[in-house]
């Protein structure tokens, strides 16, 4: 049986309670804010620990199990392999699923001031279930080659979801970084073939300017509730 932290306080602070103990060089917050993710390692770990709990979930499994019934249960790069034959994933295109709970998380961050790890697997949740997510179904052997090299493009038409929906709704959560990656991917769709646009060019057009707002106004302003 794991032995507990040796001198381990809580303390009830009506506005962030907080965990510490004097053997660990750190403090556990409730709520994250920009001040608290500061350090890259720990914010990657608040980022990943959401991630594979909303994987993990039953919301997760059952999202599959609905877009299989709706008739998302073949590989789209090998249309003849079924849910039958061989194992179907659901991959993130263009964004990666950690992509999207950081874009989440500065989002919420840049306009609330604080966020939880419950709220980001909720926001998680309700955007795989409002379809706002670029997904496509592989079997196991097409999705290991796409994520061991670097020429395996999946254009957008071959994939479900309204992402620009998502950018819309989280643009407050958009880096450059991120702004240049789906930037890339469109030219790269635009150049491969024609696309359904349904107005997604249009977003595509305004992710520099909300970027570049993110970058170098919302860093020096404050928004919402922050007292957390």
Same mark, same amino acid.
């Given at each position: 049986?794991?032995?507990?932290?040796?001198?381990?306080?809580?303390?009830?602070?009506? *506005?962030?309670? &907080?965990?510490?103990?004097?053997? &660990?060089?750190?403090?556990?917050?409730?709520?994250? %804010?920009?001040?608290?993710?500061?350090?890259?390692?720990?914010? %990657?770990?608040? &980022?990943? @620990?959401?991630?594979?709990?909303?994987?993990?979930?039953?919301?997760?499994?059952?999202?599959?199990?609905?877009?299989?019934?709706?008739?998302?249960?073949?590989?789209?790069?090998? @249309? *003849?392999?079924?849910?039958?034959?061989?194992?179907?994933?659901? #991959? #993130?295109? =263009?964004? $990666?699923?950690?992509?999207?709970?950081?874009?989440? !998380?500065?989002?919420?961050?840049?306009?609330?001031?604080?966020? !939880?790890?419950?709220?980001?697997?909720?926001?998680?949740?309700?955007?795989?279930?409002?379809?706002?997510?670029?997904?496509?179904?592989? *079997?196991? $052997?097409?999705?290991?080659?796409?994520?061991?090299?670097?020429?395996?493009?999946?254009?957008?038409?071959?994939?479900?979801? *309204?992402?620009?929906?998502?950018?819309?709704?989280?643009?407050?959560?958009?880096?450059?970084?991120?702004?240049?990656?789906?930037?890339?991917?469109?030219?790269?769709?635009?150049?491969?073939?024609?696309?359904?646009?349904?107005?997604? =060019?249009?977003?595509?057009?305004?992710?520099?300017?909300?970027?570049?707002?993110?970058?170098?106004?919302?860093?020096?302003?404050?928004?919402?509730?922050?007292?957390?």
């Amino acid at each position: 049986m794991s032995q507990p932290f040796p001198d381990l306080s809580i303390i009830t602070s009506p *506005n962030n309670p &907080v965990i510490k103990s004097p053997f &660990v060089p750190y403090q556990l917050e409730f709520y994250q %804010t920009k001040y608290s993710l500061m350090d890259i390692d720990r914010y %990657t770990s608040f &980022v990943k @620990n959401a991630v594979s709990r909303f994987r993990a979930s039953r919301a997760y499994k059952n999202y599959k199990f609905f877009l299989m019934n709706l008739g998302m249960d073949r590989c789209q790069i090998n @249309n *003849n392999i079924t849910m039958d034959m061989a194992t179907i994933e659901m #991959h #993130h295109n =263009m964004l $990666t699923i950690f992509d999207i709970a950081f874009i989440i !998380t500065e989002h919420i961050i840049n306009t609330t001031g604080y966020i !939880t790890s419950f709220d980001l697997v909720q926001h998680l949740r309700k955007v795989h279930h409002e379809h706002k997510v670029m997904l496509v179904m592989l *079997n196991l $052997t097409a999705h290991q080659l796409y994520h061991n090299t670097n020429n395996f493009f999946i254009h957008p038409d071959m994939c479900f979801g *309204n992402w620009g929906a998502f950018l819309e709704e989280y643009k407050y959560g958009i880096t450059i970084e991120i702004a240049n990656k789906v930037i890339r991917y469109l030219d790269e769709a635009i150049k491969v073939g024609s696309t359904q646009d349904n107005g997604l =060019m249009e977003v595509r057009d305004h992710l520099v300017n909300w970027s570049r707002y993110n970058e170098y106004n919302l860093g020096n302003q404050s928004y919402g509730n922050t007292n957390y």
